[in-house]
């Protein structure tokens, strides 16, 4: 949420200052439009601009960029703190508009010495306004769209924030540059643009399509560059306020300006030419879409700095500074070059497609307008109605178009997503045939649909193959991949398919979709066929499923009954265990029984012997109950008490050695005490038998953040065998073991929702029995509440 927060805020802020800037310029432009001027145009500095018509005055009587004002009507141009040079100019300029005057006297300091000039004024025609405000404004625009589309898109991504500052930097000359020839209000603002676009530019090269090793390497490289363009843009601004002429640092400026651009496409075709594949292919097209008109305004520079007037490439630089944002953006977003991961919204493309020719029509239509002699006013008020009906009607014939025409593009999103929804609820090849035929039924009105399956195991062999396709149709090739279609146009009589799409997943052939003649005589479309080949990959899609699904099946009835048959291998052993217990007291019983039927005595002896094994007899069925589930009965019990009923119950394996119990007389336990009670037996009986006749064994209670754990711990030499089946059924490594006391221990503890796990440690070998803080209390009051 904070990201998103972020960017919003960001896009508000460049969306707030290109409106407060852009109004400015505009409100600038619009003053000047049919303006009386003198022929000429200056800068700051009272220098000649190259900014202009070669049909205008100033050009005409020899005037060239870097000629000098120092004169106009006995006004001096002078520089003072915080005052241009050029605002004499600018007074007596309007003065004389004023008063009526056909022209200004200028006095100017050229490169033979001075001269004096007549400089008659004239209304700015509409097509320099065009080209020199109006156009720029425009222009301005959509690098500032650019910008904002490439924070959108990828607000932290480092190509998407260079791309953007550099075509913010553009935008703001542009929004400057006719105002820095004329009204003069946004020069700081200019010169700041000035300073840092070439230091953008070159960043821009280093970065695109991602970043050169160098800059990999030192991004400080990148901040350095920005810091110069800001010292440059700090100087210009210093400068102006000490009243200091600015034609030097301009210079530097120019020249960065020129090499920025040539470096930027010379940059992009030594990428190309070093690239291969794909990412040749991407760079191709960046190198197509952004070089050539940086180019062009390199060119047009150069010719400036030469003193050429500028309008010399004005009819290529216009339209290649509004080329640049627009091609730039949809090289970026066709190839995902900012990261972003964006789907492309076609709704809403062909809005912004509509808009944009709305926008150009206005343009071009009051510029022609203006030119004949209109006022702009007038023109724009004629011609943007009718721009916006020509962009809806436009919008409106293309979406009749492609209903009446194209209805498989209008069919398109509803038949897919329902044939996907009617596919994911079957696993049948043949329902999936029918589920085929009816979707291309509903859309298509043509004279059958049929899907012809082809089976499995036929598919798989090459004759077999074969043999399946029908006649006239074209065997596939073995190594096809998955997906490849073949369209084929048959001849259109009354028994064959005028279309046969092949349907095929992994080179396997799985079916052939075939579809009659359309009703009427209608000719299929291309979004027909595209259609069709949609629909034919998911029935590929879904018939390969289908028959993964099968197999599936088959495999987990295999499956089943090999587990039945493992089952049933183990109740013959569990029984033949039994048996094998059971049969040596048996055979004792019978013969003490015959013993007795011939009235012979028994001897002490033979009792004891067979009360040890009706014992053994008890033990073994005890511990086959106690492997079946039960359900648990939980009440609150002292952990002391439990370690003290384990301990008398082993009495007889313990002798004359002790527990060594390690509880707080407080601790309590919420369990089923028989159970707990066997979990604890079993474990120490494990100990015992594991830690000798000289060995240790004990309990610990200790309290954990999460609750508790119960350690049962022994001095024996640790865990043999294979640890992960430890508490495996029928797992054991004692001699005369069952295997059956960890199984039951560890089915107990999982019953109580406890975890149990063995481990070695300080010599000892110890059981965790991890219990939550619901099982646990401290104190008897705790019981209570």
């Known amino acids: 949420m904070p990201a998103i927060e972020n960017r919003r805020w960001l896009l508000a802020v460049v969306v707030l200052a290109a409106l407060v800037l852009g109004g400015s310029g505009m409100r600038s432009a619009l003053s000047w439009y049919e303006r009386p001027f003198p022929g000429v145009l200056v800068d700051p500095d009272g220098v000649v601009s190259s900014v202009g018509l070669p049909s205008w005055e100033g050009f005409q009587k020899g005037l060239r960029y870097p000629d000098r004002v120092v004169e106009v009507d006995g006004w001096r141009l002078e520089s003072t703190a915080g005052r241009y040079r050029a605002s004499a100019w600018d007074a007596a300029v309007e003065r004389a508009a004023r008063e009526g005057h056909s022209s200004v006297h200028a006095r100017v300091e050229t490169a033979e010495g001075l001269r004096d000039v007549e400089l008659s004024l004239v209304p700015f025609d509409a097509l320099a306004w065009w080209f020199y405000a109006g156009g720029l404004m425009v222009v301005a625009s959509l690098h500032v769209g650019a910008a904002l589309i490439a924070l959108s898109a990828s607000p932290h991504g480092k190509l998407a924030r260079t791309f953007a500052s550099a075509a913010l930097f553009a935008a703001l000359f542009q929004f400057a540059l006719f105002d820095y020839h004329s009204s003069r209000n946004l020069v700081p603002f200019f010169h700041v643009a000035y300073a840092l676009v070439p230091m953008s530019l070159f960043t821009l090269a280093l970065r695109l399509p991602d970043d050169v090793p160098f800059i990999a390497r030192y991004p400080v490289v990148a901040r350095i560059a920005h810091g110069l363009g800001g010292l440059l843009a700090a100087a210009l601004l210093a400068s102006h306020a000490m009243g200091w002429t600015t034609v030097a640092l301009r210079s530097v400026c120019a020249i960065l300006f020129v090499a920025s651009f040539f470096f930027f496409a010379a940059t992009l075709i030594l990428r190309v030419a070093a690239a291969e594949g794909d990412r040749r292919r991407t760079l191709r097209v960046l190198l197509l879409a952004m070089a050539p008109p940086q180019v062009v305004i390199a060119l047009g520079f150069m010719l400036a700095m030469l003193g050429a007037p500028a309008s010399t490439l004005a009819w290529f630089a216009i339209p290649a500074l509004a080329l640049t944002p627009v091609s730039s953006v949809v090289a970026f977003i066709r190839y995902d070059l900012w990261g972003s991961r964006a789907l492309l919204s076609r709704p809403l493309t062909r809005v912004i497609i509509a808009c944009m020719m709305v926008a150009l029509t206005v343009i071009l239509c009051s510029a022609c307008a203006g030119y004949a002699g209109l006022p702009l006013l007038g023109a724009i008020k004629v011609v943007a109605p009718a721009a916006v009906v020509s962009a809806a009607l436009v919008v409106f014939a293309l979406g009749a178009g492609d209903r009446k025409l194209f209805p498989a593009r209008a069919e398109y999103k509803p038949t897919v997503e329902q044939l996907s929804e009617e596919l994911t609820l079957v696993a049948d090849p043949d329902e999936v045939a029918f589920a085929v035929e009816r979707t291309v039924a ?106 993964s699904y099968a197999e599936l099946e088959r495999r987990r009835r295999e499956q089943a009954a090999a587990w039945r048959d493992e089952r049933a291998a183990l109740i013959e052993t569990l029984a033949a265990e039994i048996t094998h217990e059971v049969r040596y007291p048996i055979n004792f019983f019978r013969s003490v029984f015959k013993r007795g039927s011939k009235n012979q005595s028994l001897d002490a002896e033979e009792v004891d012997i067979g009360c040890e094994e009706v014992e053994r007899l008890e033990r073994l069925v005890m511990g086959l109950r106690r492997v079946t589930h039960r359900k648990l009965e939980r009440r609150r019990l002292a952990v002391e ?30 369990c089923d005490p028989d159970q707990a009670t066997q979990v604890l037996v079993n474990l120490l009986s494990n100990g015992l038998d594991a830690a000798g006749d000289k060995g240790t064994i004990g309990v610990v209670w200790e309290t954990t953040e999460s609750g508790a754990e119960l350690v049962v711990w022994d001095t024996g030499p640790g865990i043999s065998g ?6 495996a059924p029928w797992y054991t490594t004692k001699p005369r073991g069952t295997g059956l006391g960890l199984a039951i221990t560890h089915r107990i503890v999982r019953a109580h929702g406890w975890l149990i796990e063995p481990e070695r440690r300080d010599g000892t070998t110890r059981f965790v029995i991890s219990i939550p803080a619901a099982d646990v209390s401290m104190t008897a009051e705790d019981e209570v509440a």
């Open 442 to 547: 509903r859309w298509l009105s043509c004279e059958r649909v049929t899907f012809r399956r082809i089976a499995i195991d036929a598919a798989d062999g090459a004759s077999a193959g074969n043999a399946g396709a029908a006649p006239g149709e074209p065997a596939p090739r073995a190594d096809e991949s998955s997906g490849e279609r073949v369209i084929e146009v048959e001849p259109p009589d009354a028994s064959a398919s005028e279309l046969s799409l092949t349907v095929m997943f992994r080179g396997r052939l799985l079916g052939v979709l075939e579809v009659g003649k359309k009703r009427g005589g209608a000719l299929f479309t291309s979004e027909d066929l595209d259609l069709l080949r949609t629909i034919g990959n998911q029935a590929a899609l879904a018939m390969a499923h289908a028959h």
């Open 641 to 670: 008490e439990l370690v003290s009923r384990a301990e008398m119950l082993l009495r007889d394996q313990l002798g004359k050695r002790r527990i060594e119990a390690r509880v707080s007389a407080g601790s309590r336990l919420r």
């Open 722 to 727: 294979d640890a992960s089946r430890l508490f």
